[in-house]
């Protein structure tokens, strides 16, 4: 296994949780926002991190690194909220 890999793997699973959750959401106008956003913020950071490990540089390393986690932390609060949505709706 190459060294970043299982980041890598990590983060391909972090994305199918966020799909799999994104999917559960009701189909109104406020699942659909979250849904759709959580789906660009939440499955972004794998494929950017993949680009980060085929920088030309560490300085490029280092800035693709940056927007892996600006996505990342654009999907936690998205997805807490995706989850206490879903559990609203269930009751």
């Not at 993949?50 to 996505?71: M, N, P």
Request: charged share 25%.
């Amino acid at each position: 296994m190459a060294k970043g890999d299982d980041i890598q793997e990590r983060m391909i699973d972090f994305a199918v949780g966020i799909v799999k959750l994104s999917s559960a959401l009701p189909k109104t106008k406020a699942g659909n926002h979250i849904a759709g956003q959580l789906l660009r913020c939440g499955t972004s950071p794998a494929p950017n991190y993949g680009e980060a490990r085929g920088a030309e540089s560490t300085r490029d390393f280092i800035h693709k690194l940056g927007i892996v986690l600006k996505e990342l932390n654009e999907s936690v609060p998205l997805q807490r909220i995706g989850v206490n949505l879903r559990k609203l709706l269930l009751k």
